[in-house]
């Protein structure tokens, strides 16, 4: 049996073992997948963070269903987090558009802002262990 020439072990490695980190703890997809994108796939940024925004939307509604059913789901307080969360994304998409998405000012904002979320969330999620 021949693999399809799309196929790419590397990518498939990468998505089983961010899967189950985040399958297992609930956190570290966007920590770990757009990071890996961007350093060891080459992926630009802004690809990379959509790319990764996609990958959580499919992965995390698996995980909706899977703790909905079982009951473990705090709902009024997802309805808080989306009250803020929910807004700040789309006026963010917003300026980002504005803003003459995709250029390297753009990119360069994007770049920052995720090393900047990955320095502050590191050692918050390696202290909650």
């Not at 757009?34 to 690809?47: D, G, K």
Request: proline share 5%.
């Amino acid at each position: 049996m021949h693999l399809p020439e799309s196929f790419n072990l590397l990518y498939a490695l990468s998505g089983l073992g961010v899967g189950f980190l985040v399958g297992m703890t609930g956190v570290g997809g966007g920590s770990l997948m757009t990071p890996l994108l961007i350093l060891l796939f080459r992926v630009h940024p802004q690809a990379a963070v959509g790319t990764d925004l996609l990958y959580a939307a499919i992965t995390k509604v698996v995980g909706t269903l899977v703790h909905g059913r079982s009951q473990s789901v705090a709902w009024p307080v997802v309805g808080r987090l989306a009250m803020g969360s929910v807004p700040a994304t789309l006026a963010t998409i917003g300026v980002l558009h504005w803003a003459g998405s995709p250029s390297a000012q753009v990119t360069h904002v994007i770049s920052v802002a995720l090393g900047v979320a990955l320095l502050i969330t590191a050692p918050a999620c390696c202290s909650a262990t």
